[in-house]
């Protein structure tokens, strides 16, 4: 059976088809209400953006979903977890005020931000899985407290998982900084041929596990936690991971703990993906790219695999664009986000994650 999801393009030709109704309509289609009830505490799950990123979903717009849970009368609040590297949402204090930064106070978004694991990331529930590759996962405590829950995700690329959508969102960003440890645990090598000593992977590293010998970087695997910043930074491309080993598995940590933080709320989460400024790289990053693809909507389900299964075929039937990072397959029918970075497989996410039971691939678009 296909699972229903529901798509609204982002064309109008009034006020009844803004943006903002749009959201409401889908919220309603989706059967969100049906799973919220009266006095729950909803967790809003979203990405705030790092700062000096302007990719993430407008708080306009998740201004909508916020007043719709209210007239749930649920509680809604904000949230998103600490991050494992450096940046400006590394602990609550300073995560709160990237957060207020880019627009998500009260006044505009509706609702409280809190963060779900804690000023420093403790503040964490261990959830049992028994999956491939853990038997146990680590949840950030306010998330898994919630009684309900909506994941807002920014669908766009990512330079290891290909994409990141529900799943990722899900997956990594429910996890505490323990929890996004587990699911890197990747170990990046120099390549010294392509090194030519410019620090710039030593600088962006999060925990001093690279330094620079005899002008060729080095990387302690002692140290070293995969986050993969350094493999963004160097603008020679001469650290590199192993592709066919590390990665695949590294979205199947992903997709595992995207199960674990949906444990307890069977019937109780419901996902919107934007598609809007698709970036080549993730929100994390302190910059946004120029779209690869054009504009195409915004997606509402209750099957996370579904979402994201339409999110990536959708972005794959544009006309890339050919002034964008995309240096491949622009044509329609060819994957975007392999055209970004060639060595990923963003489907992969999806294939797994039917595998273990979190949804199901096969899904039906309803337009409204």
């Not at 120029?290 to 994201?308: N, Q, R, Y």
Request: glycine share 10%.
């Amino acid at each position: 059976m296909k699972s229903p999801v529901y798509f609204a393009s982002l064309r109008a030709f009034s006020d009844h088809e803004s943006t903002t109704a749009k959201v409401q309509r889908l919220f309603d289609k989706a059967g969100f209400a049906d799973m919220i009830a009266p006095h729950d505490k909803t967790a809003i799950k979203l990405h705030f953006g790092e700062t000096g990123s302007d990719g993430f979903i407008s708080p306009v717009y998740v201004r909508q979903v916020v007043e719709k849970v209210k007239a749930c009368g649920a509680l809604p609040f904000l949230t998103d977890t600490n991050t494992l590297y450096l940046g400006g949402r590394s602990n609550a204090v300073e995560h709160i005020g990237t957060a207020i930064l880019h627009g998500f106070d009260f006044a505009v978004a509706g609702a409280p931000v809190i963060i779900a694991d804690g000023l420093n990331g403790k503040n964490t529930r261990k959830v049992t899985i028994n999956k491939k590759h853990f038997h146990e996962v680590t949840i950030a405590g306010d998330i898994a407290a919630a009684d309900s829950l909506i994941v807002l995700s920014h669908f766009k690329g990512h330079i290891v998982s290909g994409f990141g959508g529900a799943i990722k969102n899900l997956g990594m960003g429910c996890a505490p900084p323990e929890g996004k440890r587990a699911q890197h645990n990747a170990q990046p090598f120099t390549i010294p041929e392509k090194c030519t000593g410019c620090a710039a992977c030593m600088k962006v590293c999060p925990k001093t596990a690279i330094s620079v010998v005899k002008k060729k970087s080095a990387i302690d695997q002692n140290l070293c936690i995969g986050c993969f910043e350094c493999l963004h930074a160097c603008p020679e491309h001469a650290i590199d991971i192993n592709w066919e080993t590390e990665i695949p598995e590294f979205m199947e940590r992903i997709v595992e703990y995207a199960y674990g933080a949906v444990q307890g709320k069977e019937g109780k989460v419901g996902y919107m993906n934007f598609l809007i400024r698709i970036t080549p790289d993730c929100d994390c990053y302190p910059f946004s790219d120029a779209p690869i693809v054009p504009d195409i909507g915004i997606l509402a389900s209750k099957d996370p695999v579904a979402i994201d299964a339409a999110s990536f075929d959708l972005v794959n039937q544009q006309q890339g664009y050919t002034d964008s990072l995309l240096c491949a397959n622009h044509n329609k029918g060819g994957d975007k986000f392999r055209g970004v970075h060639a060595q990923t497989d963003g489907h992969h996410q999806v294939r797994y994650a039917e595998e273990i039971g979190l949804g199901s691939s096969a899904y039906e678009i309803i337009r409204i």
